[in-house]
Structures are given as C-alpha cells and as structure tokens.
Nanobody
Framework: QVHLVESGGGLVQAGGSLRLSCAAS????????RGWFRQTPGKVREFVAA????????SYADSVKGRFTLSRDIAKNTVYLQMNRLKPEDTAVYYC???????????????????WGQGTQVTVSS
C-alpha cells in the first residue's frame, strides 16, 4: 500500500523556522512530481511548492518565495520543505503530494497529484 507521511509540523513563533518531511513508502516516487500544499479551515487547498520528477524545475507560491525551500533525497524517497522567517499567515495544515508527469499538467495544480499525505499542522504565533 502506498503511503506519504508528513512530519515536522508544530508551533513556532513568527520569524522562526520549521522543516517538514514527506516520506514515501509502498512504491518509489522518484519519477513523480512532488509537491506541498496547505489548507486552512473553510478555504481551498493552496499550492506552496513543488519539484518536477527530474528535479529540473521547481515552483513556489509568491507568498513563500525567498522563505521556503523544497529539496529531495532520492535515496530516501523523501522530500523536504524548509520554512524560514515564518509568518502567522503561514499557519495551516500542510500536505505533501505525488503525481506522475502528465502532458499539460501543472506543478501548481492540486489536480495534478494522485497521492496525498495525511497532513501536518503548522502554527505560527505572533
């Protein structure tokens, strides 16, 4: 069975840092696009960051550019999201996702991903 498991969430003060991890099991996702999304109550899930299956392309939401960095460890089948200079508006449940590259699909699009983790809460206090 395929699983994506996020970890690393928690409570941090504004200006602080957290590092999220997304470990995959059940299959390899090294030829899949990998992404991070976040969601707050009553709102749609929004794109945060993603990396293409080849690693040649990365994409970030404007709201996190310069503060968040996505990386991956192919050997560990894991992706990471380093979050620096956190703001209260970054508070959300963060989800990792994996999806096969498809013609015409976008890294930023939630519908481009077939597999999702259960989410990890990130809370940034002011």
């Amino acid at each position: 069975q395929v699983h994506l498991v996020e970890s690393g969430g928690g409570l941090v003060q504004a200006g602080g840092s957290l590092r999220l991890s997304c470990a995959a099991s059940g299959r390899t996702f090294n030829n899949y696009n990998r992404g991070w999304f976040r969601q707050t109550p009553g709102k749609v899930r929004e794109f945060v960051a993603a990396i293409s299956w080849s690693g040649s392309s990365t994409s970030y939401a404007d709201s996190v550019k310069g503060r968040f960095t996505l990386s991956r460890d192919i050997a560990k089948n894991t992706v990471y999201l380093q979050m620096n200079r956190l703001k209260p508006e970054d508070t959300a449940v963060y989800y990792c996702a994996a999806g096969p590259p498809r013609y015409g699909s976008s890294l930023n699009d939630v519908t481009s991903y077939d597999y999702w983790g259960q989410g990890t809460q990130v809370t940034v206090s002011s």
